[in-house]
Structures are given as structure tokens and as C-alpha cells.
């Protein structure tokens, strides 16, 4: 059974950064997507960063030259490390990948696509205060 473990929220200043990490199990997830969305409250999922199994990355306009999306293959854990936070990222951070796909190759339009994903954590908290 495929699990995302999601970690690393906080509450932070503004200006200040966080490091997500997604444990992924149950599967080889090397092969596949993995991404970052993000959901504040009264608001849709958004998506933040996706990275491909070819280590292609994909970024919101929003967060782009903030956000990092990284994948540490040998422990299945992708990072989203996020520098100078604004109040505006505060919301609860979820990891998704596709396990339907392998080898995909796309565009930003591709894996931003929340319905592109078939596996989901459960999300950690971000809170940035001003």
C-alpha cells in the first residue's frame, strides 16, 4: 500500500524558511512524479512544485526563486525547501505522486494538475506570520 508521510511545518516568520519532507513507501517511486500543492483555508488546492522521475522540476509562478523541489532517491523522500516566506504561503502542504505513469515526461501544465496524482499524504501545517 503506497503511503506519504509529509513533515517539517511549522509556524515561521515572515522572511524566514522551512524544509517539507514526503516520506513516500509502498512503491517505486523513483519511476514516478512526485508534487507539491497546497491548500489555504477557503481556498482551492493549489499546486507549488512538481519533480519528475528524470529530475525535471516544475514551479508556480507564486513561489518561483523561493520554493526548491528536491528527491533523495535511495530514502523515497522528496523536500520542498521554501526561503523567504510570505504570510500568503500559510496554508496545509500535501505531497501527491502518480503511480499510474512512470517515466512520465510533461509539461507544467502536466503535473500541476492536482488530478494527475493518484496518491496523497495527509498534509503538514504552514503558518507564516507577519
Known amino acids: 500500500q503506497v503511503q506519504l508521510v509529509e513533515s517539517g511545518g511549522g509556524l515561521v516568520q515572515a522572511g524566514g524558511f522551512l524544509r517539507l519532507s514526503c516520506a513516500a513507501s509502498?512503491?517505486?517511486?523513483?519511476?514516478?512524479?512526485m508534487g507539491w500543492f497546497r491548500q489555504a483555508p477557503g481556498k482551492e488546492r493549489e499546486f507549488a512544485a512538481a519533480i519528475n522521475w528524470n529530475g525535471d522540476t516544475y514551479y508556480a509562478d507564486s513561489v518561483k526563486g523561493r520554493f526548491t523541489i528536491s528527491s533523495d532517491n535511495a530514502k523515497n523522500t522528496v523536500y520542498l525547501q521554501m526561503n523567504s516566506l510570505k504570510p500568503e504561503d500559510t496554508a496545509v502542504y500535501y505531497c501527491?505522486?502518480?503511480?499510474?505513469?512512470?517515466?512520465?515526461?510533461?509539461?507544467?501544465?502536466?503535473?500541476?494538475?492536482?488530478?494527475?496524482?493518484?496518491?496523497w499524504g495527509q498534509g503538514t501545517q504552514v503558518t507564516v506570520s507577519s
Open positions: 509502498g512503491g517505486t517511486f523513483r519511476l514516478h512524479a
Open positions: 501527491a505522486t502518480d503511480t499510474t505513469r512512470p517515466y512520465r515526461s510533461g509539461s507544467l501544465s502536466t503535473f500541476g494538475n492536482p488530478h494527475e496524482y493518484n496518491y
